[in-house]
């Protein structure tokens, strides 16, 4: 039987992966490419510049020469011939379970893994059925009773919704072990295009895979509150849509500010009265700088809080629901029994998903 403090649930381990290829230079070559008004393509490079970003990794090799014919080593995105909707499926379909089993093994749970009860996958990026989720039971072994949730198109913040999912099963089964896997491989949904915004939206978006293991062993990070806070009259700032070439971005540059006004008022609710000086571990989802600068702001934070959330933006960029757990695994290896933390992403809607925890 495990050992546990009632009704608490704990994320005890985090595991993170991305696929083998850094394109971030390439993805800014091609997009160079794009722009033929020169105010449009100035005003990008001061972008990339701010950007604080240093590599991005996908599943498409990038081209000797981006500018050229192809984005891609293999012709995946070849100019004037951009794959479907249906062709990229099939070539996430192909993608997703390696990359999951490469992050689950990092879990170093060993035969462990087996035996989850629960088996929670979040994706936006894509879709198929049987899915994922059957996939991976059956190469890890586990058993086809396992209780499996899939979260699908929430964005940026479905990871949140996974971890309060397998808290309300740890909560009420103390014996649950659930595996949570978030993948993303946002790269397959480049577009060719010449709006500017649509462009911008792609110059942070990356691949990437986190794993975690859910219990009531009293180890790791203590699930404590979750609080949803919904930014009004913003659920045009970000939109993700299915298109006939793959999934749409639309993502505003009036986000940050829609961030810093939508958490102001609703900070001491986030913190459930607990002062700012309280909390010793900052998790943000790094959606981009200006997002990091806008929760420093809106917090009033020192500059040192936001370091976790900042090296993971400069070392892979957005990988949407994965990317908060690659924060939190960071946090994690460096925490000390008793601290609090706040962690918070974003997404469609305007919605800031919100956690407090704390070291067990």
Not at 34 to 39: F, N
Not at 318 to 335: G, Y
Request: aromatic share 6%.
């Amino acid at each position: 039987m495990v050992t546990s403090t009632q009704g608490r649930a704990y994320l005890n381990h985090v595991a993170s992966a991305v696929p083998p290829n850094e394109v971030h230079g390439a993805f800014v070559r091609f997009a160079d490419t794009l722009l033929a008004d020169p105010r449009h393509a100035k005003l990008f490079r001061r972008m990339v510049d701010r950007a604080e970003i240093h590599r991005r990794y996908s599943v498409l090799a990038p081209a000797e020469d981006p500018s050229g014919p192809s984005v891609d080593a293999q012709g995946f995105f070849h100019r004037g011939a951009f794959p479907s909707t249906s062709v990229r499926m099939q070539r996430y379909q192909a993608e997703a379970l390696p990359l999951a089993l490469r992050t689950v093994d990092r879990l170093g749970l060993g035969p462990e893994v087996a035996r989850a009860s629960h088996l929670i996958v979040t994706s936006c990026t894509g879709l198929y059925a049987p899915g994922l989720d059957l996939e991976l039971a059956a190469a890890l072994g586990i058993p086809p009773a396992v209780e499996r949730t899939m979260v699908g198109f929430m964005g940026c913040y479905a990871a949140f919704n996974a971890l309060k999912l397998a808290r309300h099963i740890v909560r009420s089964d103390a014996e649950a072990r659930v595996l949570i896997v978030n993948l993303e491989l946002c790269t397959l949904h480049l577009q060719e295009t010449s709006d500017l915004e649509q462009i911008l939206s792609f110059l942070v978006f990356a691949d990437g895979c986190a794993a975690a293991w859910v219990t009531a062993e009293p180890k790791g990070l203590t699930l404590d509150r979750f609080r949803t806070v919904l930014v009004p009259e913003s659920a045009d700032l970000i939109t993700w849509n299915v298109g006939d070439q793959g999934f749409d971005m639309r993502l505003s540059g009036q986000v940050p500010g829609a961030i810093s006004h939508g958490l102001k008022p609703v900070a001491a609710e986030i913190l459930d009265g607990a002062a700012v000086s309280d909390i010793d571990l900052w998790a943000v989802h790094p959606g981009g700088r200006s997002v990091l600068d806008a929760v420093q702001g809106a917090f009033d934070l020192p500059a040192e809080a936001l370091g976790a959330s900042r090296r993971v933006l400069a070392d892979f960029g957005n990988m949407s629901s994965a990317t908060i757990m690659f924060v939190l695994e960071r946090l994690m290896a460096a925490a000390e029994p008793g601290q609090r933390g706040a962690a918070m992403s974003f997404g469609p809607g305007l919605t800031a998903e919100t956690m407090l925890f704390h070291a067990a």
